[in-house]
Structures are given as C-alpha cells and as structure tokens.
C-alpha cells in the first residue's frame, strides 16, 4: 500500500489513518542494481508497525523490555531522565551487540524551556598514538584486526554521563532505577529472533571465553530463541553500581577488571588503563539549533558531527526549496532523494574535513556558525544540478585557520537510540553506542567493552595536512550520532523527539524523518518507515526491497550511482499530535528492529 499525503500540517494531525499510512512496500525485484554489503548490525527482518499513543507520558526504545522499564519509572513518578538509567541499563541487557555500561552515549535533554547536551563519548587512553592501528613495521591493520581486543577500547563514558544528567534532572533515588536491569539480569529474559541471528553470524565473539560462555552452549552454537539467558554476573555488576553510584565502575574492582581485560587480551592488546578509567569525565555542552521553516531543531553537538550535518542538509534543503519525498502516485519522490542525496554529500564533505572533538581541533572560526552561515550553506547549495556530482569537496572557508586533511574512518557502530518524554512535558533523545556489534567482542564482569577507538581516522596524515579526526591521548572520537528535538518555533512547544543507530549513516536517517514530517506532512511513525535512501559523499544508497526498479531507473537517470543495501535503522520517535482538538503523545518504532512505544 502506498503512502498518502494525509496531513495538511504536521503540527495539527489526526490519527486516523495512520496505520495505513505506514505499510509503504512498492516491492520489486531488481536484478540490475548492485547489492553492497549489509551494515555491521545486521538486519533481521521488517515487521510494520502502526504507532503508540498516549497523553501524559511516553517512551519508545529498541526493545520492549526496555519500554516496559522507562514505562516503569514514569508511572511511579520518574523524569526523562530517570527514565534513560532504566531504559539504558535493560539495554545493555537484552540488547548486548548495540549498548551498554561499557560504551558511551550522547544526551538531549529538554526541561520545559532550555535544551541542554550532555557528552558521554569515549576517550582515548593516555598511552595512545598516530600509529595505534599500525603493525610495529608500519604496515596497517586490517580493519577487524583494528576491532577486536584490547586495542580498539576507549573509556566508557555512558555511566558518568547518565549520573551528571540524574544529579541535575533526576527525581527517584538513583538505585531504583537499577532495579528493572538487576531483576531480570537475575531471572534471566528471553533470547529475540535477532540477537540469535546476530550471535549465529557472528564470528570473534567464541574467541572470548566469557562471551563464549554466555552467549553460546557447550558446542558454540548460538542460544536458540526463547532460551532464557540469565547474567548473574552483570546483576552483581549493577548492584554495586546503584548502591555506589559511577565512581563504583570509575574506580575500584570494575575498573580494574577492565584494565585487566584490555591489557590481557592475547593477540591485541590495549593501553586502557586503570587511572584512564578513573579521570574520565562527561560533560555539558551546548546543543546545535537551528530554524527551518516553522521550526526549530536541535540536536547535539561535537564530538558528534550529528548535529551540524543535520543543520547544514536542512538549510542547503531549505536553499533548494525541497518539495515532498513523496510524489503524486505514493512512492518516494525521485527529485526530492536526488535533492537529499545531494545536500548529504556536500554536508559529508565538511564533515570529514572540519569536524573532530573540539577540545582538541577549533571548528572553523572557533564555532559552528561558518558551517551553517545561510550565505554559505546557499554556496553550497548552488552547486546541486539536476545531475548527480557524485564525489563533493568541502567547501572554503576563509575563517579556517588550519588546513586539515580528510579523515579515513570506516565508523561501522552497532548502536540504539530511545526517546522519552515525561508527564512534565520534559524530554530526552539518547543515542548509545559500543560501536561494532558486540564491540571489542570482550567481556567483563556481564558487558562488553565497546571498541570506539576505530572511530578515529585511521590515518594521521594526508597531503593537505593533519587529519581533524585522528587519534590523540584523551580525545573522543568523531560520531555520527544525532539524538534531536523539533519545537514550534513560535511557541516553543516540544513536536519531535527522535534519533537512531546506524554508524554515519544516522545523518541520513534522522534527516529523513525530518524532511517526511516537514515537507510531507507525515506522522512520525510513517516517516519512520519510509525507506531509507540517502549519500555519505560516496554512493546513492537506497534500502533493499523497499523501492521500485522505476524509481531508481529515475535516479540513475540523474546520474547517481545506485547501490542497495541493508540498511537497519533503528529509529524510535515521539510526537505531539493534535487529535480531535487534544494534544497526545504519538510514539513510533522503527519496523526493522524490535523496538515499541509504551505510555500513559
């Protein structure tokens, strides 16, 4: 069934109608069409889905154990922000190969009238170098060489950045909201369709004894769906965490178990070290906002390119005077994609050149505001034909100070993302992140150890000159994650909350959305469940088994190359919608993962 154009505005849509708006599937087979290779999280199938709706509160998250918890917290009272400890830790749980303890996050926070972004990236160790990915004869790594060990791991950062935003924002008791993990860490939850068929496929993580004993039986084989798996050792883990707050796991037997880990490791060991787990800090930084059409938006600043990506589409977009993305006869809308994929590969090319963690490398003219000047973003916007440029360069800035060389990062993370919005009307967006699936394929004490460090350049150096994003003792790596709210500008009334998994390509993702709920009037659960399609300065990448051969054939015709992929978004969203004169909460979830909404 094709999607409708079934809403005038978005800010004042009715709910009727909306399960069929999203069981968009023009399917056809196309033969002649590349096929690349999926994204590391792999997909595990598509299962529409309608949306959730409420009036007080909700939350929607990749997992409905994790729903239920957040769910938990909010009936009893609990903030946004109370909600995420919940939700975060049940993640790390039932959904291992994409969060946890052992990786780091980005948070949005709004509290009724300021948003705020707080930073849990990880960061290098103290002992790292430019040859961190380097045999001692210099010769590169192979990437999953680069991955797997002790060698890829930067300090988690989710904990300290989780604690810093309950001490501000928090209303229940810090241990409470440990409760939901510890309890089913304890009696144990069901194995899903897709963490079997991501353990089935899954290669190095039999190669850790304590994966390999949680994960698999007695012959390596992946536990069957159903099977009730139970981690004593991580309800130990959490346990202790909720008596003693993050100094427990900054400090003391966790971290030295992970010191431990890291260092031991056989083949590839890391400098991850005791004294660099205990001196992280996370921090609060200014979010990046800006206005399109009768909007606002904001999303999350560096370390994360995210938000400044996200701004720089919008407003090339905006410069371009974008239509619908979708056309007359229901399918996506071939120039409004070739409009997006356009304005996505000139905002991946000031990305990869000019954005890094900014404690250590200036943004041009030491702020955001040259990267999303109007009069810059309409240069940049002047150079979109009605043909593809295929390859775009960064743009010149003359307030660049530096001249930096394009960053060499691969950035395949496995990744989850959860909105929430409270009964005071506050809200989160939190995407977190181990970044491949399942990480450094490490275990310690229940989790696994991210392996972030694989999102730095992997070279230093170019003919230009040095590399924005390399890696640099006590620095976080670039991310693509892109937690964001939208407001009525002239009102200030919260309309969206939504953010996403999917290594860089979360850019286009999230910047999907926005573009169906802004330009085509769509709620968010069908924009959710639009395919996916989009650029990161390469190929034009199209979702598998979403669009029609006519509609890349249109494409190509603008002289795109088409590739289609897998590609697992995993976005999950909340929207104030107007439904008979009363204002409600509408969740969506994204249809190729398992996630729901839940509220009151």
Request: glycine share 10%; proline share 6%; net charge neutral.
């Given at each position: 069934?094709?999607?409708?154009?079934?809403?005038?505005?978005?800010?004042t849509?009715?709910?009727?109608?909306?399960?069929?708006?999203?069981?968009?599937?023009?399917?056809?087979?196309?033969?002649?069409?590349?096929?690349t290779?999926?994204?590391?999280?792999?997909?595990s199938?598509?299962?529409?889905?309608?949306?959730w709706?409420?009036?007080?509160?909700?939350?929607?998250?990749?997992?409905?154990?994790?729903?239920?918890?957040?769910?938990?917290?909010?009936?009893?009272?609990?903030?946004?922000?109370?909600?995420?400890?919940?939700?975060q830790?049940?993640?790390?749980?039932?959904?291992?190969?994409?969060?946890?303890?052992?990786?780091?996050?980005?948070?949005?926070?709004?509290?009724?009238?300021?948003?705020?972004?707080?930073?849990?990236?990880?960061?290098?160790?103290?002992?790292?170098?430019?040859?961190?990915?380097?045999?001692?004869?210099?010769?590169?790594?192979?990437?999953?060489?680069?991955?797997?060990?002790?060698?890829?791991?930067?300090?988690?950062?989710?904990?300290?950045?989780?604690?810093?935003?309950?001490?501000?924002?928090g209303?229940?008791?810090?241990?409470?909201?440990?409760?939901?993990?510890?309890?089913?860490?304890?009696?144990?939850?069901?194995?899903?369709?897709?963490?079997?068929?991501?353990?089935?496929?899954?290669?190095f993580?039999?190669?850790?004894?304590?994966?390999?004993?949680?994960?698999y039986?007695?012959?390596?084989?992946?536990?069957?769906?159903?099977?009730?798996?139970?981690?004593?050792?991580?309800?130990?883990?959490?346990?202790?965490?909720?008596?003693?707050?993050?100094?427990?796991?900054?400090?003391?037997r966790?971290?030295?178990?992970?010191?431990?880990?890291?260092?031991?490791?056989?083949?590839?060991?890391?400098?991850?070290?005791?004294?660099?787990?205990?001196?992280?800090?996370a921090?609060?930084?200014?979010?990046?906002?800006?206005d399109?059409?009768?909007?606002?938006?904001?999303?999350?600043?560096?370390p994360?390119?995210?938000?400044?990506?996200?701004?720089?589409?919008?407003?090339?977009?905006?410069?371009?005077?974008?239509?619908?993305?979708?056309?007359?006869?229901?399918e996506?809308?071939?120039?409004?994609?070739?409009?997006?994929?356009?304005?996505?590969?000139?905002?991946?090319?000031?990305?990869?050149?000019?954005?890094?963690?900014?404690?250590?490398?200036?943004?041009?003219?030491?702020?955001?505001?040259?990267?999303?000047?109007?009069?810059?973003?309409?240069?940049?916007?002047?150079?979109?034909?009605?043909?593809?440029?295929?390859?775009a360069?960064?743009?010149?800035l003359?307030?660049?100070?530096?001249?930096?060389?394009?960053?060499?990062?691969?950035?395949?993370?496995?990744?989850?993302?959860?909105?929430?919005?409270?009964?005071?009307?506050?809200?989160?967006?939190m995407?977190?992140?181990?970044?491949?699936?399942?990480?450094?394929?490490?275990?310690?004490?229940?989790?696994?150890?991210?392996?972030?460090?694989?999102?730095?350049?992997?070279?230093?150096?170019?003919?230009?000159?040095?590399?924005?994003?390399?890696?640099?003792?006590?620095?976080?790596?670039?991310?693509?994650?892109?937690?964001?709210?939208?407001?009525?500008?002239?009102?200030?009334?919260?309309?969206?909350?939504?953010?996403?998994p999917?290594?860089s390509?979360i850019?286009?993702?999230?910047?999907?959305?926005?573009?169906?709920?802004?330009?085509?009037?769509?709620?968010?659960?069908?924009?959710?469940s639009?395919?996916?399609?989009?650029?990161?300065?390469?190929?034009?990448?199209?979702?598998?088994?979403?669009?029609s051969?006519?509609?890349?054939?249109?494409?190509?015709?603008?002289?795109?190359?088409?590739r289609?992929?897998?590609?697992?978004?995993?976005?999950?969203?909340?929207?104030?919608?107007?439904?008979?004169?009363?204002?409600?909460?509408?969740?969506?979830?994204?249809?190729?993962?398992?996630?729901?909404?839940?509220?009151?």
């Amino acid at each position: 069934m094709k999607i409708q154009k079934i809403f005038s505005q978005a800010l004042t849509l009715s709910i009727l109608g909306s399960a069929a708006g999203c069981a968009f599937n023009p399917v056809l087979p196309i033969s002649s069409v590349s096929i690349t290779a999926p994204v590391p999280e792999g997909a595990s199938g598509y299962s529409e889905k309608s949306g959730w709706m409420a009036k007080k509160f909700m939350v929607a998250t990749a997992h409905p154990l994790a729903t239920d918890a957040g769910y938990q917290i909010l009936k009893a009272g609990g903030s946004a922000v109370d909600a995420s400890v919940a939700v975060q830790m049940v993640l790390g749980l039932v959904e291992p190969q994409s969060s946890g303890i052992g990786g780091g996050a980005f948070l949005l926070h709004f509290d009724g009238r300021n948003v705020k972004s707080f930073d849990g990236r990880e960061t290098a160790p103290a002992s790292v170098n430019e040859n961190l990915f380097r045999h001692p004869d210099g010769k590169a790594m192979e990437f999953m060489e680069r991955v797997v060990g002790g060698r890829s791991v930067g300090t988690p950062g989710v904990l300290r950045m989780l604690e810093m935003a309950h001490k501000r924002y928090g209303k229940l008791p810090w241990a409470e909201l440990f409760v939901p993990a510890i309890r089913l860490a304890e009696d144990g939850f069901s194995v899903t369709p897709r963490l079997h068929a991501l353990l089935k496929n899954e290669v190095f993580l039999r190669k850790d004894p304590a994966s390999a004993a949680y994960f698999y039986d007695q012959h390596g084989k992946p536990w069957p769906v159903g099977h009730l798996l139970k981690n004593p050792d991580l309800a130990k883990t959490l346990r202790e965490i909720a008596m003693g707050g993050a100094d427990t796991f900054y400090s003391g037997r966790i971290a030295t178990d992970i010191a431990e880990k890291v260092k031991s490791h056989p083949v590839n060991p890391g400098g991850l070290t005791v004294a660099d787990i205990g001196s992280y800090q996370a921090k609060l930084r200014e979010p990046i906002c800006f206005d399109y059409k009768i909007w606002s938006v904001c999303g999350v600043p560096p370390p994360s390119s995210g938000g400044i990506a996200i701004a720089q589409m919008m407003g090339i977009l905006e410069a371009k005077g974008i239509g619908s993305v979708i056309s007359s006869n229901g399918e996506l809308d071939a120039q409004a994609v070739h409009l997006f994929s356009e304005a996505g590969r000139l905002a991946f090319a000031d990305r990869d050149r000019y954005v890094a963690d900014t404690d250590f490398v200036p943004l041009p003219g030491n702020s955001v505001q040259p990267l999303l000047d109007k009069n810059y973003l309409a240069i940049r916007a002047s150079l979109i034909t009605e043909k593809s440029m295929n390859k775009a360069l960064p743009g010149n800035l003359p307030t660049m100070k530096a001249m930096w060389g394009t960053d060499t990062s691969p950035e395949l993370p496995s990744t989850s993302h959860f909105s929430i919005v409270d009964a005071d009307g506050h809200a989160v967006a939190m995407t977190t992140s181990i970044e491949s699936a399942f990480g450094a394929r490490q275990m310690v004490d229940g989790f696994l150890l991210n392996n972030q460090l694989t999102d730095f350049s992997f070279d230093a150096f170019d003919a230009i000159g040095p590399i924005a994003n390399r890696v640099q003792p006590g620095k976080r790596p670039r991310s693509a994650m892109s937690p964001t709210f939208v407001f009525e500008k002239a009102s200030n009334k919260l309309v969206l909350v939504i953010g996403s998994p999917g290594g860089s390509a979360i850019i286009n993702y999230v910047g999907k959305v926005l573009i169906g709920m802004m330009n085509a009037g769509l709620n968010v659960q069908e924009a959710i469940s639009l395919p996916n399609f989009g650029s990161r300065n390469g190929p034009t990448e199209l979702e598998q088994g979403r669009v029609s051969s006519i509609f890349v054939q249109a494409l190509r015709d603008r002289g795109h190359d088409v590739r289609l992929m897998e590609q697992t978004s995993g976005l999950q969203g909340i929207m104030r919608m107007n439904v008979h004169g009363e204002q409600v909460w509408f969740g969506g979830a994204d249809p190729r993962r398992e996630g729901s909404a839940k509220g009151d």
